[in-house]
């Protein structure tokens, strides 16, 4: 006789610190139709971001580079991966300025999917959109958040070369957890590398990281891991809360208090990091932070020179 079943174990119920609107709003509908029709993708789409119809309705959207399809398979991640994805679109470039230049930003985030099976890992079409979209954007500050290129340093100069405001890569977890979470491909010393080269060959480009909280770290591992990031010049970090996108990805072992976040954030302060950015709902891309950044950055520039 056939049994039945064990009962799939229900899935945990959000903290109501946890529960946004959904997306709605003019604005939202326009990002919308803008990608569909140049068949550009955004990481706030394909990452399942919560605060989508805030940032988008209110005038900020992070572009993904690259297409929707990653060469890697991170256990966190969403995105769709295959082995090789296929050829690039050489028009992406140009269509990712025009958009931007539509929404009328002063600050934008563009990132992208890995590309290992590209040659330069897809570094070239990065720096062409970044240079693109300031030519047709002069007065925008754009941080770009780039893959670790395996850690080939020749990719992140190339990215350099195109004069970011704010280069950023994430090393997501703290350094435990990064076989468990990661991509084999990746790991928390390349990581490093790839943020303290960036520092060392481009002092003037402000470095930024990220952390997911609530896959099993402990508290002490997340401030070890924001010293490490400070010893290096990480400028601007944010931390926020590791939500479940499927069910075939990691199970989120804890939600973490906002109260906890907010002691996060002041230990980072107190490390010296430019602007710490924690919460239940903050990502690597997030408003708020992004607001703050360019109020920096526009602030540390030169004033004209008086003729």
Known sequence: MMSNPAPAAPRRRLPAWLKVKLPSGERYRWIREQARTFNLHTVCEEARCPNIG????????????MGDTCTRGCRFCSVKTLRNPGALDPAEPLHVA?????????????????RDDLPGQGSGHIAETVRRTQLANPELLIEILIPDFMGDMDCVRTVLEARPAVLAHNVETVERLQSKVRDPRANYGQSLAVLSYAKAQAPEIRTKSSLMLGLGE????????????RAIGVDFLTLGQYLQPDKKK????AFV????FQVLERVGMEMGFRYVAAGPLVRSSYRAAEFFIAQSLREERPAPAVS
Not at 54 to 65: I, P
Not at 250 to 253: C, D, I, Q, W
């Open 54 to 65: 805030e940032c988008w309705d209110g005038g900020t959207a992070t572009f993904m580079l």
């Open 98 to 114: 025009e958009t931007i230049r539509g929404m009328a930003l002063d600050y934008v985030v563009l990132t992208s999917v890995n």
């Open 218 to 229: 402990s508290e002490a591992e997340v401030i070890e891991t924001m010293g490490d990031l």
């Open 250 to 253: 990691l199970s989120v072992e």
């Open 257 to 260: 208090h906002p109260e906890r």
